[in-house]
């Protein structure tokens, strides 16, 4: 098993760079998929971006392409979200999610999930 803790939400204006850390226990954190998703208030959650337990892939929502960037530090067991650009319309609570040796671009393809940051962005 895993636990995941987010942190660095909060309050930005549109333009406005933030950086999300997603904390995760255990030894084995390697071997675990990792992804970003968000929900905005009265919207289902989406995927936002994934990398690959193996070779650390990326892919992202096209929403996000090329504003987003997700990396992982194994030795560090965190995986980052950084942010670039934001817009009013990235306002939502985001998670970041684990699966063990696997990952996938939807909320089916992962096992645990952290509590949540809000990240807010003012027009």
């Known amino acids: 098993q895993v636990q995941l803790v987010e942190s660095g939400g909060g309050l930005v204006q549109a333009g406005d760079s933030l950086r999300l850390s997603c904390a995760a226990s255990?030894?084995?954190?390697?071997?675990?998929?990792m992804g970003w998703f968000r929900q905005a208030p009265g919207k289902q959650r989406e995927f936002v971006a994934g990398i690959r337990w193996s070779g650390g892939t990326t892919y992202y929502a096209d929403s996000v392409k090329g504003r987003f960037t997700i990396s992982r530090d194994n030795a560090e067991n965190t995986v980052y979200l950084q942010m670039n650009s934001l817009k009013p319309e990235d306002t939502a609570v985001y998670y970041c999610?684990?699966?063990?040796?696997?990952?996938?671009?939807?909320?089916?393809?992962?096992?645990?999930w952290g509590q949540g940051t809000q990240v807010t962005v003012s027009s």
């Open positions: 999610a684990a699966a063990w040796r696997h990952d996938g671009p939807t909320s089916r393809d992962y096992d645990y």
């Open positions: 255990g030894r084995t954190f390697s071997s675990y998929g």
